[in-house]
């Protein structure tokens, strides 16, 4: 099946500083690649669709200076989190499809997300 | 209308027996729903996925079951085992938008 690979699996970081969470499509060409946080206990909650090549689409109350998404290749796509906080430790997890029609054409497969702590 | 709604929040079936998952859904532009698997730690796994124009699909002992007229449809585990404990989140997408709409999960617990 379709493997992404998501980079590093987890990290600790010092407030203020910034990190940098790589997804990489590893057998196939993504079109779209998605990143999502996940609280403990909860759903996925989306923070942006990326498409190769175009700026990403931000959530509703997510903020594009905070978390920084570049789509450069069909392979790749990197966020980062900017000056991170406390408040930004959490589990991100990318997902990545060649979205076709009709839509039971492109499934989504995920990487095994990041788990990020900033102290 | 974009929502999936899922139940229930969580679940406990002994080993060996029948796990049920429902999930349904409004907008009737979905066209694709899949489930995913998700171990502690670790990202979604998609597990299996239906099409609205089958009423039911079987991989191994996992099956779903879609009612389309009713716009739902379920996740049946056969023969739970332990090592099904997860959380299970429903899904659906439909032609026209990127994005995947995900439930809120169920988390399985299969006692031994």
């Known amino acids: 099946g379709a493997v992404v690979s998501q980079h590093p699996s987890w990290v600790i970081c010092k407030s203020g500083t910034s990190v940098k969470i790589e997804c990489r499509s590893l057998?196939?060409?993504?079109?779209?690649m998605f990143w999502y946080r996940q609280f403990p206990k909860q759903s996925l909650m989306l923070m942006a669709t990326?498409?190769?090549?175009?700026?990403?689409?931000?959530e509703q109350g997510v903020e594009k200076d905070k978390f920084l998404i570049n789509h450069a290749s069909l392979t790749l796509s990197t966020l980062t989190v900017t000056s991170a906080h406390p408040e930004d430790s959490s589990f991100y997890i990318c997902?990545?499809?060649?979205?076709?029609?009709?839509?039971?054409?492109?499934?989504?497969?995920f990487g095994n997300g990041t788990r990020l702590t900033v102290t | 209308q974009q929502q999936v709604k899922q139940s229930p929040q969580s679940l406990i079936v002994q080993k060996g027996g029948i796990s049920i998952i429902n999930c349904a859904y409004e907008?009737?532009?979905?066209?694709?729903f899949p489930w995913y698997q998700q171990f502690p730690g670790k990202g979604p796994a998609l597990l299996i996925a239906?099409?609205?124009?089958?009423s039911e699909k079987k991989e191994g002992r996992f099956t779903i079951s879609f009612n389309k007229s009713a716009k739902q449809f379920s996740l049946h585990i056969m023969d739970s085992q332990p090592g099904d404990s997860a959380t299970y989140f429903c899904?659906?997408?439909?032609?026209?938008?990127?994005?995947?709409?995900f439930g809120p999960g169920t988390r399985l617990s299969v006692l031994p």
């Open positions: 997902s990545a499809a060649t979205l076709l029609y009709p839509s039971y054409n492109s499934p989504l497969h």
């Open positions: 057998d196939f060409q993504a079109t779209t």
């Open positions: 990326s498409n190769e090549g175009s700026k990403a689409t931000y």
């Open positions: 907008n009737t532009a979905f066209d694709y």
């Open positions: 239906i099409r609205p124009d089958v």
């Open positions: 899904a659906a997408r439909g032609d026209g938008g990127q994005n995947f709409v």
